[in-house]
Structures are given as C-alpha cells and as structure tokens.
Nanobody, 124 residues
Framework: QVQLVESGGGLVQAGGSLRLSCAASGRTFSTYVMGWFRQAPGKEREFVGA????????RYADSVKGRFVISRDNAKNTVYLQMNSLKPEDTAVYSC?????????????????WGQGTQVSVSS
C-alpha cells in the first residue's frame, strides 16, 4: 500500500513558477513509476508527465513539454513537478500517481495509487 500526498499548489500569475511535491509513504517508493495528472473543471483528467523508477526516463504531454520538469528523490520518497512559464490554461487540480511498471505511463487507469490532488490556479 502506498499513500501519496501532494503539496505546493496555489495561485500564481501567468509566466510564474510553482513546484509541486508528492510525498509517498512506504519503503518501496523507488520501485514505482510516478506520474502527474491534472483535471480542470468540466474537463477530463489529462496526463502531464511521468518519471521512471531511476529517473532516467521522463515523458511529458506536448502541452507542458519544455515548461514542466519532473524529478524524484528516492531517498526522500518524493516526486516533484517543477512548473515554469505557467499559463491560465494550466489551471487544474494536479494529482500524482504510482504504478508498478512503465507500460504506457499516459494511461491513468493503469496507475495503482493516487493522491488527493492540489489546486493550481494561474491568473492572466
């Protein structure tokens, strides 16, 4: 069982930056592929990015590529989402998730554990 808790959300002006954190419980964090997803009001959940267990591989949605960076610290059981050059369309609830293998990391249904999410609001 893995419990995930996100933090770091808030209100920021367009062009600003935020760093989200996702802290995981348990001693097996390093064995999980970690993903970030977001959901805006009235829209479906959207893949943001994912990072492999060793952090060697990352994948990003086209909408955030070049602006967002995912990293992880396995010693701290934490994964991060650094968000730069934020746009109003980035406004959403951001959630982290964990899965046991890389597979297709964009498929939300293949993740085993989810956090509650943290709100990110970007004003124009």
């Amino acid at each position: 069982q893995v419990q995930l808790v996100e933090s770091g959300g808030g209100l920021v002006q367009a062009g600003g930056s935020l760093r989200l954190s996702c802290a995981a419980s348990g001693r097996t964090f390093s064995t999980y592929v970690m993903g970030w997803f977001r959901q805006a009001p009235g829209k479906e959940r959207e893949f943001v990015g994912a990072i492999s267990t060793s952090a060697i591989v990352q994948r990003y949605a086209d909408s955030v590529k070049g602006r967002f960076v995912i990293s992880r610290d396995n010693a701290k059981n934490t994964v991060y989402l650094q968000m730069n050059s934020l746009k109003p369309e980035d406004t959403a609830v951001y959630s982290c998730a964990a899965r046991g293998n890389w597979g297709n990391p964009e498929r939300a249904r293949e993740y085993n554990y989810w956090g509650q999410g943290t709100q990110v609001s970007v004003s124009s």
